[in-house]
T-cell receptor, first 115, second 111 residues
């Protein structure tokens, strides 16, 4: 089954404790992206990757890191989480350039609470 | 600031009625997409309209795009209770791979 998976689905952590949220897709997609969703703000793009070893900032990259060492995986790293990073996070992938006719497939989301 | 802004923010209708939601954006685009989200779950792609298209249909969905006004509308005809969800538009400005989502319209369809 074609899908985007994220782990963990729920995470409670404390300020400053490094964490990684994993994202994996089995569709051989080139483009992958991370979003955060906050009430009243919709989805905001954090980082995206157009292919292995090619990443770029979205609209809200501060406090986050990403890497793309393999085509299928795109982990999101919070080196020193803060309470303002409490949010619902989504990973997404698409088969080509999203500026053109490619749609994105979303993972189920990771709900993060930073105390 | 958000590239896409939907209105209304919330919409409540009776089953069988039509639902219309609008999206405005700020910069030129290659395409505009509409997504649906059921209560905190992942988004599901509904329909994509290219910048050189004015109208597109998919089942009970009808999307229009007016690039001169930088706006799009999504019409759901003969709504069903299962259409209850939040709807988002997403745009990718020409030449860039960034994607911007609007703040969404929360639709409630009352049986």
């Amino acid at each position: 089954e074609a899908q985007v998976t994220q782990n963990p689905r729920y995470l409670i952590t404390v300020t400053g404790k490094k964490l990684t949220v994993t994202c994996s897709q089995n569709m051989n997609h080139e483009y992958m992206s991370w979003y955060r969703q906050d009430p009243g703000l919709g989805l905001r793009q954090i980082y995206y990757s157009m292919n292995v070893e090619v990443t770029d900032k979205g609209d809200v990259p501060e406090g986050y890191k990403v890497s793309r060492k393999e085509k299928r995986n795109f982990p999101l790293i919070l080196e020193s989480p803060s309470p303002n990073q409490t949010s619902l996070y989504f990973c997404a992938s698409s088969s080509g350039q999203v500026t053109y006719q490619e749609t994105q497939y979303f993972g189920p989301g990771t709900r993060l609470l930073v105390l | 600031s958000q590239q896409g802004e939907e209105d209304p923010q919330a919409l409540s209708i009776q089953e069988g009625e039509n639902a219309t939601m609008n999206c405005s954006y700020k910069t030129s685009i290659n395409n505009l997409q509409w997504y649906r989200q059921n209560s905190g779950r992942g988004l599901v792609h509904l329909i994509l309209i290219r910048s050189n298209e004015r109208e597109k249909h998919s089942g009970r969905l009808r999307v229009t795009l007016d690039t001169s006004k930088k706006s799009s509308s999504l019409l759901i005809t003969a709504s069903r209770a299962a259409d209850t969800a939040s709807y988002f538009c997403a745009t990718a400005p020409g030449g860039y791979q960034k994607v911007t989502f609007g703040t969404g319209t929360k639709l409630q369809v009352i049986p």
